[in-house]
């Protein structure tokens, strides 16, 4: 695991009803950016990456693809959710 950090502070939520709006980017540099922000509260958290070595070109790419594809699980997950709680 490059990092972790929490977004603390949420309200309680039926499962699945929290917004959070989370950003990464990944720059040329290797340079890793993400925050999440819970849209109800206002609460926001950020972290910066810096890697301890330069990661190459594949190794970026493949991290994003890895990112995109959890992206769309979590979404799927949300979505089931939602069609749970109703």
Known sequence: SL?????????PLP?????VRVDFAVDVE???TVSALEKTTG???HIEVRPSSGLDEETLA????E???H???DMERRLRAVISNQ
């Open 62 to 65: 493949a991290m994003l693809l």
């Open 43 to 45: 609460r926001s958290q």
């Open 15 to 19: 499962a699945g009803m929290a917004r």
């Open 3 to 11: 990092a972790r950090f929490e977004l603390k502070g949420l309200p």
């Open 67 to 69: 990112s995109q594809k």
């Open 30 to 32: 290797g340079l890793l």
């Open 71 to 73: 992206g769309r699980e």
